[in-house]
């Protein structure tokens, strides 16, 4: 599937170090260092194109935007892949609520949620894969786990035994009735007859009547979501057979904790023997008054609702990242408005002649990003330098902070 517009990154002077990233691992539950390495691969979870692009959304896609601009700028390649999850029951589910074609739904919520990043100046991923184009890596992916015996039929369907995998839940923290309880409200189905484990997870859903179907060596059907991504990830991530894990950081809301990040996890290691991610890292949940946002509650703001409003997509991006990442929080309009003064404010400053010293800001930017993608850290080094520029100190370098800030922070000026 096509990606979205590629966007420059200005470099920066090379006396600025660049030190390791620290993130926060959530199967570890621990802060650690990424190893400095050549070329990261990193997945990131994308959405069920029914409902694009809500804030939530935005705060997960520059989380871990800013984790790739971070790790481009110590110098290493980042291979970058994402899903887009274009067929699975809810897109089918709000179709024929709305009665649409599922297909018209998806490809405008695609090319909404592109415009959307575009916007927001995401880098795009190096490839951008729609689950139906995935479906012959989908077999490939199911043929490989039936070599290692971990395939059943319920009827016309296909699962995967969950058990097969040691490390089943060590990733996601959760006990069995806590696994039971999610696994039911996000998308399984631990009740149906005839499967061994209620945990175990969908591989190949054969057709329902009224409902597309693909053919295939397991009959005609559709992938299920836990497959679609770890087919995905380890088709597209040029996996490297010396290495012992196969990719560097699986990423998405934490709201895919469970069950979609431990199945993949799981389903991965069957498939090539190697632990899935060195590192599996989640953004926070947004919510608005009082409430998780999500499609349930009918509680979304849109940015593409806030970009029709005249709001400048640059202003989108600060609000989020006065917040940390992984921080859950409620969305406050009044944040816009914080955000806009802010913006405004920078870019007045930076339009001077004379600035304040820039490089202990852009050094604090570096640092307050190497510890965690820490951004209201770094907003704040950055209100601090306004102030000093209008109170007149000098001697900075304004196009050399305004390209940092663009490299690094994504916000242009
Ligand atoms: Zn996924």
Redesign the pocket.
């Known amino acids: 599937m096509k990606s979205w517009a590629s966007i420059a990154i200005p470099p920066l002077a090379s006396r600025f170090k660049i030190p390791n990233l620290n993130i926060f691992d959530s199967a570890q539950q621990a802060r650690s260092p990424i190893a400095k390495k050549d070329r990261y691969r990193i997945?990131?979870?994308?959405i069920t194109p029914y409902d694009a692009t809500h804030l939530g959304h935005a705060n997960t896609y520059i989380a871990f935007d800013l984790m790739n601009r971070y790790l481009r700028a110590t110098g290493s390649e980042v291979l970058f892949v994402q899903?887009i999850?274009d067929i699975d029951e809810p897109l089918l589910e709000r179709a024929n609520r709305d009665g649409v074609d599922w297909r018209e739904l998806a490809a405008s919520q695609i090319e909404l949620f592109r415009s959307d990043m575009v916007a927001l100046r995401i880098l795009p991923p190096a490839h951008y894969i729609g689950a139906v184009e995935a479906i012959p890596l989908v077999i490939d992916a199911i043929t490989l786990l039936e070599k290692s015996k971990t395939v059943y039929k319920v009827d016309d369907d296909y699962y995967f035994r969950v058990r097969s995998d040691s490390e089943l839940g060590k990733r996601s923290h959760m006990t069995q009735s806590q696994m039971m309880e999610i696994f039911s409200q996000r998308g399984g189905d631990p009740q149906r007859v005839g499967k061994e484990d209620p945990l175990d997870a969908l591989l190949w859903l054969a057709k329902r009547p009224d409902e597309p179907g693909w053919e295939s060596k397991y009959g005609v059907g559709r992938p299920g979501?836990?497959i679609?991504?770890?087919a995905?990830?380890l088709g597209y991530l040029e996996i490297d057979p010396s290495q012992d894990t196969s990719i560097d950081i699986?990423g998405?809301g934490s709201d895919?904790i469970f069950p979609?990040?431990e199945m993949?996890a799981s389903q991965a290691r069957a498939m090539n023997g190697k632990r899935f991610a060195a590192n599996y890292v989640h953004a926070g949940m947004i919510g608005l008054d009082g409430e998780k946002m999500s499609k349930s509650k009918g509680n979304l703001k849109f940015v593409s609702q806030k970009l029709k409003d005249g709001v400048d997509p640059m202003e989108i991006r600060i609000a989020l990242m006065s917040h940390h990442y992984r921080q859950d929080h409620m969305w406050e309009s009044t944040e816009l408005n914080s955000a806009q003064k802010f913006l405004d404010d920078l870019r007045i400053a930076l339009s001077r002649m004379e600035v304040a010293p820039t490089d202990g800001v852009i050094e604090e930017i570096i640092a307050a990003l190497s510890d965690d993608i820490d951004t209201p850290r770094a907003l704040k080094a950055l209100q601090g330098w306004i102030t000093k520029t209008i109170d007149g100190a000098t001697g900075g370098k304004p196009g050399e902070l305004s390209r940092a800030i663009d490299a690094l922070l994504g916000i242009a000026i």
């Open positions: 997945y990131v979870c994308g899903n999850t979501w836990h679609e991504c770890c995905i990830a699986q998405g895919l979609h990040h993949s």
